[in-house]
C-alpha cells in the first residue's frame, strides 16, 4: 500500500492502530508522525515559506495549527 505522508485515511489509520501495518518510507524506515494536537485528524508536516522550513497541520487550510519555532518569542500586542 502507499500514501501520501500526513495524508493517511481512516481506514489505513485503523490498520496501524490494530498493529496490522506499519508505516514506513520509501527506505523502509519506520516513520513516526506527530498527530496535531488542534484538530486531531492531521499530522504536523514539514513545509518551506518565505521565511524557511516550518512545521504545520496535514489538514490546512482546514487547519491552521503551526507550532511555535524554538526560540521564536510570542509577540505582545499593546493597545494604545
Known amino acids: 500500500m502507499f500514501t501520501i505522508q500526513g495524508q493517511r485515511s481512516t ?3 485503523e ?6 501495518v506499519v508505516l514506513t518510507n520509501t527506505e523502509g524506515d519506520v516513520l513516526q508522525e ?3 494536537p488542534a484538530c486531531k ?3 504536523l ?3 518551506t515559506g518565505p521565511y524557511g ?3 504545520s497541520c496535514s489538514n490546512f487550510p482546514r ?4 507550532p511555535k519555532q524554538r526560540g521564536e518569542v510570542p509577540s505582545v ?3 494604545p
Do not use: P, T
Not at 490498520?15 to 496490522?20: H, I, N, T, V
Open 34 to 36: 506527530e498527530v496535531c
Open 53 to 55: 522550513e516550518f512545521r
Open 63 to 66: 487547519c491552521r495549527y503551526k
Open 15 to 20: 490498520l496501524e492502530e490494530d498493529r496490522a
Open 11 to 13: 481506514f489505513l489509520r
Open 45 to 47: 508536516v514539514l513545509r
Open 41 to 43: 485528524q492531521g499530522v
Open 77 to 79: 500586542h499593546l493597545r
